[in-house]
């Protein structure tokens, strides 16, 4: 099974219904299956923090959302995560595409990857790095355990992770 | 008529409605009015009032207005074509457009100025835009809650504060009476 299943089964198994996206290239083959998916409701945001506004809003209203955006959001998301997830105590599942690690052909995206981790770091925020296809099995058991906990949950996956798409 | 006011004229109308309040001054001015555990305070996070909305709308049925301002749908304008396109009949945002950063001291916005908020929402896509004055605001809102269909309403008033107390309440007190009103 392709790691885009193993994700979309984690997210069903976990009855995440709610998913709003910013795309990364990394990413296609998994916005392309939410937005194909009977049982998801997609909503692309144009920037991620209001995307976690969306799924704010839509945890309220008895959803349970999810985020999926590229690591370099960490730079335009830490007050409403700080502000609102963490202050409000929301759970929010943030599916990462961890560009800027070993196999980036592109400088610019290590600026961010350098930071990403410790900017998580300072945040406190339970942090999953899928290197190898076969972690992706975890990501059941690490929605679940975000729900539980009610708190932001970041799971980076990087290049040789998405090998396995 | 500053914001306060039209607020105090929603009152007997938005009580038992589903209510997000932008940060600062609205907020406080909404608990100081009405407190309800139908309304949801945003205490920081300046710019997504109006996307807590949409994101509450799209997932239940009941009606949800969110009460904003022009310097937040400033902020987040990438919030207009979001509610453009994701068709939430049931959500109604109310932008109280007063031209200026209230809970700041009253710094001029650009809708202050050249900056048309209905212009710009129509033209993200957002099929049901009206721009009242003040005093007319109670009537619109009347008719976008009869209504089946997502609402944008700016309501052009007066840059202007009143002395309010901060909201003191918990975060998460206020986000479980919330979502307590919201399944009830």
């Known amino acids: 099974m392709s790691v885009n299943d193993v994700i979309m089964q984690a997210m069903r198994e976990n009855g995440i219904d709610f998913v709003t996206t910013v795309p990364c290239k990394q990413l296609a083959g998994v916005i392309e299956k939410i937005e194909q998916a009977d049982d998801m409701r997609h909503v692309p945001a144009n920037r991620e923090d209001e995307g976690m506004g969306l799924c704010a809003g839509a945890y309220m209203g008895g959803a349970k959302p999810a985020i999926i955006m590229q690591n370099t959001a960490i730079g335009v998301t830490i007050n409403a995560l700080a502000t609102l997830i963490q202050f409000y105590r929301m759970p929010l599942p943030m599916l990462i595409s961890y560009r800027g690690e070993v196999g980036e052909p592109v400088a610019c995206q290590v600026e961010m990857a350098v930071h990403t981790k410790a900017l998580l770091d300072q945040l406190s925020i339970p942090t999953y790095h899928f290197h190898k296809p076969e972690d992706a099995q975890e990501t059941s058991a690490i929605l679940s355990h975000c729900f539980m906990a009610r708190k932001p949950v970041a799971l980076l996956m990087d290049a040789t992770f998405w090998k396995g798409a | ?184």
């Open chain 2, 1 to 184: 008529m500053i914001r306060s006011d039209v607020l105090k004229t929603l009152i007997p109308i938005i009580s038992d409605e589903l209510v997000v309040t932008n940060i600062g001054l609205p907020s406080q001015e909404m608990h100081l009015l009405d407190d309800q555990p139908s309304n949801f305070y945003m205490l920081g996070t300046m710019g997504l009032a109006s996307s807590i909305g949409l994101g509450l709308a799209l997932a239940q049925d009941k009606k949800v207005i969110a009460v904003d301002g022009d310097g937040s749908v400033l902020m987040n304008f990438g919030t207009l074509p979001t509610i453009a396109n994701n068709q939430a009949p049931n959500f109604i945002l109310l932008i109280i457009d007063n031209g200026s950063y209230g809970s700041t001291g009253d710094q001029t916005t650009y809708t202050g100025m050249k900056t048309s908020l209905a212009e710009v929402a129509r033209a993200c896509g957002c099929d049901n835009v009206v721009e009242c004055a003040a005093e007319d605001t109670k009537d619109e809102v009347v008719k976008a809650l009869a209504g089946e269909q997502m609402t944008i309403i700016i309501s052009k008033c007066e840059s202007g504060n009143i002395k309010v107390p901060v909201i003191e309440m918990d975060p998460v007190v206020i986000k479980d009476r919330f979502m307590k009103a919201v399944n009830a």
